[in-house]
T-cell receptor
Framework: RKEVEQDPGPFNVPEGATVAFNCTYS??????FFWYRQDCRKEPKLLMSVYSSGNEDGRFTAQLNRASQYISLLIRDSKLSDSATYLC????????????FGTGTKLQVIP | NAGVTQTPKFQVLKTGQSMTLQCAQD?????MYWYRQDPGMGLRLIYY???????DKGEVPNGYNVSRLNKREFSLRLESAAPSQTSVYFC???????????FGEGSRLTVL
């Protein structure tokens, strides 16, 4: 079983739709969780951190469920510019040698 | 706002050739990293440098060497390139070991 698993997609959604991605992790010692965004043939960039209480940044909402060991990302009112691959990142806070990246979920927002 | 700069952006090598990927950051970050990204595999850590003067192996170090030349620069060397090293390589930096990773634009390497 992979340490961090994501549905690769692609998720094809119309503009204005709401879409949700899940990511499961296997290491119960994991402490920090993030969503990164990666555009085609570009470098990953931090989208948002994921806090235990859940957090929201505009149209984006991230949730953490420690009991079931998954994190989620919800995007409301999808824009064409949201088309990208979303990477789930898990860190057990023992240093960056212990950061694990998911393989990413591809989102395509359609006009 | 240069951030993290990698060179070269593209390179084609023949099996057995050597080359060095250069990385520099201007954010005064302590920690620097080299990752490779392959289809279906996610980003995998090759080597990292927690601070100037130190380097450590990551998940996939075989076939690579690194040098932390100073606080700004962290290079990755392939001594004898193999087709299995065909990949996209990303350099990244962080202020500390738990902070946001800032990535360079990537170096696309093909080994024939």
């Amino acid at each position: 079983r992979k340490e961090v698993e994501q549905d690769p997609g692609p998720f094809n959604v119309p503009e204005g739709a709401t879409v949700a991605f899940n990511c499961t992790y296997s290491n119960s010692a994991s402490q920090s969780f993030f969503w990164y965004r990666q555009d085609c043939r570009k470098e990953p960039k931090l989208l948002m951190s994921v806090y235990s209480s859940g957090n929201e940044d505009g149209r984006f909402t991230a949730q953490l469920n420690r009991a079931s060991q998954y994190i989620s990302l919800l995007i409301r009112d999808s824009k064409l510019s949201d088309s990208a691959t979303y990477l789930c990142v898990v860190n057990d806070n023992r240093g960056y040698q212990k950061v694990t990246f998911g393989t990413g979920t591809k989102l395509q927002v359609i006009p | 706002n240069a951030g993290v700069t990698q060179t070269p952006k593209f390179q084609v090598l023949k099996t057995g050739q050597s080359m060095t990927l250069q990385c520099a950051q201007d954010m005064n970050h302590n920690s620097m990293y080299w990752y490779r990204q392959d289809p279906g595999m996610g980003l995998r850590l090759i080597y990292y440098s927690a601070s100037e003067g130190t380097t450590d192996k990551g998940e996939v170090p075989n076939g690579y060497n690194v040098s932390r030349l100073n606080k700004r620069e962290f290079s990755l060397r392939l001594e004898s390139a193999a087709p299995s090293q065909t990949s996209v390589y990303f350099c990244a930096s962080t202020r500390d070991l738990t902070g946001e990773l800032f990535f360079g634009e990537g170096s696309r390497l093909t080994v024939l």
